[in-house]
């Protein structure tokens, strides 16, 4: 296949993140991503550009502060959250952060 030529992964990608962008829900946005990040987005340039936005937007809904990486919290599974949530029952972990204080 020439370089120049999508493959379907890449088309059904492009497709999804120009309607998460277009739709700007939180839970298609991560998807989107997800699936772009699983078909090697990096490989057509307007994947790129696409899957940029959308990872912007991610952002943006999320109020995440400038320096977090958006990659690093999307995963690459659609199923887990974004943030997960630590168990501060867990008594050696309390005492970890007591230290910390």
Request: proline residues 2%.
């Given at each position: 296949m020439p370089a120049w030529m999508m493959n379907m992964d890449h088309v059904e990608s492009l497709r999804k993140l120009n309607a998460a962008?277009?739709?700007?829900?939180e839970a298609e946005l991560r998807e989107a991503v997800i699936f772009a990040k699983r078909a090697d987005y990096k490989s057509d340039a307007r994947l790129v550009v696409r899957y940029d936005i959308a990872r912007q937007k991610l952002k943006v809904l999320k109020r995440l502060p400038t320096g977090w990486q958006?990659?690093?919290l999307v995963g690459d599974d659609t199923?887990?959250?974004?943030?997960?949530?630590?168990?501060?029952?867990?008594?050696?972990?309390?005492?970890l952060f007591q230290e910390l204080i």
């Amino acid at each position: 296949m020439p370089a120049w030529m999508m493959n379907m992964d890449h088309v059904e990608s492009l497709r999804k993140l120009n309607a998460a962008i277009a739709s700007g829900d939180e839970a298609e946005l991560r998807e989107a991503v997800i699936f772009a990040k699983r078909a090697d987005y990096k490989s057509d340039a307007r994947l790129v550009v696409r899957y940029d936005i959308a990872r912007q937007k991610l952002k943006v809904l999320k109020r995440l502060p400038t320096g977090w990486q958006v990659d690093d919290l999307v995963g690459d599974d659609t199923t887990t959250k974004m943030f997960k949530k630590v168990d501060a029952a867990d008594l050696e972990l309390r005492s970890l952060f007591q230290e910390l204080i």
